[in-house]
């Protein structure tokens, strides 16, 4: 009879023991929440899709000849760069952060170029910010967000279109736009981070940013060289996908 219960009492811990086992190994994925820290934060990526809104604002009793280049109402740009590191504290699946970055951009010419004209330009703009993301899943290494931000950008931009002219095929100027000025910057982002070290994390992320409110000078010449200054105010957004690199203190 003594036999019996030792053989019962020994199962019993053998059971107690496999089953505290078979908890322990399900549950690995708590070991890689984050935890509550600073860290550091640096991206790289491509545009995937770009464009400027110039407006012209004339003064009261200010006019254009008709016959004067304008610049279109939308200019679409090329594929571009953009990059930018900052710092952060993450709240257990709260992060807020600060970034500086730097956007760059040429002009697609077929925005400009048509049996009358020829132009090309550039975009540049250097960006500060404050962001804010969520992490959807906090457990795991795989944590997808949502998140954005605000801030100002400092835009350099410019935009010549030259007529062509009938007689010798020669270009002379038509309407140009060049100048630098702050404006209001917000973003919207998407994205996911995968941790491929207890606090080294990479992330793709996507972005959908605009920046509204800066206002540049002008240049607009009719068939008669006659020349005016009208200025022009700016609202441009873009679409990037950046893939970053993120360090825990």
Do not use: C
Request: charged share 20%; glycine share 12%; proline share 4%.
């Amino acid at each position: 009879m003594s036999n019996v219960r030792s053989e019962i009492a020994r199962r019993s811990r053998r059971f107690s023991f496999s089953r505290s086992a078979a908890i322990a190994g399900a549950t690995p994925a708590s070991a890689q929440k984050a935890e509550p820290g600073a860290y550091v934060v640096a991206g790289a990526g491509g545009q995937v899709d770009s464009d400027v809104k110039p407006r012209q604002v004339l003064n009261k009793g200010q006019t254009v000849s008709k016959t004067a280049a304008t610049l279109p109402k939308n200019i679409d740009n090329k594929s571009g760069f953009t990059g930018e590191l900052g710092m952060g504290y993450g709240f257990n699946g709260f992060r807020v952060e600060g970034t500086a970055g730097y956007d760059t951009a040429n002009i697609n010419g077929k925005a400009l170029n048509d049996t009358n004209y020829i132009g090309s330009g550039r975009l540049k703009s250097f960006d500060l910010g404050v962001s804010a993301y969520v992490d959807l899943i906090q457990d795991g290494p795989f944590k997808p967000f949502v998140g954005g931000g605000i801030g100002a950008s400092h835009v350099n931009y410019s935009a010549d279109r030259y007529a062509r002219t009938a007689n010798s095929g020669t270009l002379k100027p038509a309407a140009s736009l060049d100048g630098k000025d702050w404006g209001f910057r917000w973003h919207l982002d998407a994205g996911a981070s995968y941790d491929v070290a207890p606090k080294t994390s990479i992330e793709l992320l996507g972005r959908y940013s605009q920046t509204s409110g800066m206002q540049m000078k002008g240049v607009t010449i009719d068939q008669d060289r006659n020349r005016t200054t009208p200025p022009y105010k700016l609202k441009s957004s873009s679409t990037w996908i950046m893939v970053g690199l993120r360090q825990n203190f």
